[in-house]
């Protein structure tokens, strides 16, 4: 089945310094998702990429969708405390079978102030 | 207000008991999931469900039964046959199926 894979586990990093999670997919995706949970919380939906090569901005958040569509990345300028959390990818299949997306492990961010 | 509500938020059961966690939505969305979260681990898929009356499995739906009879409505039965059912339990919501996902506050799940 599809596997979604996330890296590193765990970040941690002085405040101020740039944050990168990648997510790696063994299907091609039709569309990848970025969620981030703060530490005893729920996950919250970040965004959504569709196309080949697609890459968005939020603020200090850089979100880019590999040209094969098999993979995704996260990069956080200048982190802050609050970008304290896990960060997760999640994406579909594009060959069918199974609706519901397939989540990866996480990036755990822990900022050293 | 709008949202997606997990009842009770901690939740205490004997081994070999069955147990329901219930899952609302008021966003009028169609479809529903449920997710399991382990130490560690990522957001594992259950059961989900794209419209009232319908559901299907997810990667892990041994040990565990949904219904879907409202559209609002979507309780996970984790049933005494599965063996590890001490864990984090997510449900969430969507417009259609795998679009931006709303979660909810999660269900602590400890069986003793």
């Known amino acids: 089945g599809q596997q979604v894979m996330q890296i590193p586990q765990y970040q941690h990093v002085q405040e101020g310094e740039d944050f990168t999670t990648y997510c790696n997919s063994s299907?091609?995706?039709?569309?990848i998702q970025w969620y981030k949970q703060r530490p005893g919380g729920h996950p919250v939906f970040l965004i959504q990429?569709?196309?080949?090569?697609e890459v968005k901005k939020q603020k200090r958040l850089t979100f880019q969708f590999g040209e094969a569509k098999k993979n995704s990345s996260l990069h956080i300028t200048a982190t802050q405390t609050t970008d304290v959390g896990t960060y997760f990818c999640?994406?579909?299949?594009?060959?069918?079978?199974?609706?519901?997306?397939?989540f990866g492990k996480g990036t755990h961010l822990i900022i050293q102030p | 207000d709008g949202g997606i509500t997990q009842s009770p938020k901690y939740l205490f059961r004997k081994e070999g008991q069955n147990v329901t966690l219930s899952c609302e939505q008021n966003?009028?969305?169609?479809?529903m999931y449920w997710y399991r979260q382990d130490p560690g681990q990522g957001l594992r898929l259950i059961y989900y469900?794209?419209?009232?009356?319908?559901?299907q499995k997810g990667d892990i739906a041994e040990g565990y039964s949904v219904s879907r009879e409202k559209k609002e409505s979507f309780p996970l039965t984790v049933t005494s046959a599965q063996k590890n059912p001490t864990a984090f339990y997510l449900c969430?919501?969507?417009?259609?199926?795998?679009?931006?996902?709303?979660f909810g506050q999660g269900t602590r799940l400890t069986v003793v």
């Open positions: 969430a919501s969507s417009k259609v199926v795998n679009t931006e996902a709303f």
């Open positions: 299907t091609t995706l039709s569309n």
């Open positions: 990429l569709v196309k080949s090569g």
């Open positions: 999640a994406g579909r299949d594009s060959g069918g079978g199974a609706d519901g997306l397939t």
């Open positions: 966003l009028n969305h169609d479809a």
């Open positions: 469900s794209q419209i009232v009356n319908d559901f």
